[in-house]
Nanobody, 113 residues
Framework: QVQLVESGGGLVQPGGSLRLSCAAS????????MAWYRRAPGTEREWVAS???????GYADSMKGRFTISRDNAKNTVYLQMNSLKPEDTAVYYC???????WGQGTQVTVSS
């Protein structure tokens, strides 16, 4: 069965960095586009970034230049490097498989001094 397990969230000060990881299993990872979404308190889940099986990335406008999505097909893992974090980046971040419609359990990111 498909499993997506996120890790790497935590508490970070404004301006800091975090790297999220999503370990995938149960499908041919290298073939498939993967994505990150996030949900801030009281808001709808929003798209953050996607990466194709071939490694082509796409980003939401508010994340461009600060966030980088990447993948290691040998490790079946997709990453989200987040730099210059702001308090408004506080959210639960989810790994998502768009084609199969599977979500990970989410990892909390809190940006606060």
């Amino acid at each position: 069965q498909v499993q997506l397990v996120e890790s790497g969230g935590g508490l970070v000060q404004p301006g800091g960095s975090l790297r999220l990881s999503c370990a995938a299993s149960g499908f041919t990872f290298s073939d498939d586009t993967m994505a990150w979404y996030r949900r801030a308190p009281g808001t709808e889940r929003e798209w953050v970034a996607s990466i194709s099986g071939g490694g082509n990335p796409g980003y939401a406008d508010s994340m461009k230049g600060r966030f980088t999505i990447s993948r290691d097909n040998a490790k079946n893992t997709v990453y989200l490097q987040m730099n210059s974090l702001k308090p408004e980046d506080t959210a639960v971040y989810y790994c998502y498989h768009p084609t199969r419609g599977y979500w990970g359990q989410g990892t909390q990111v809190t940006v606060s001094s």
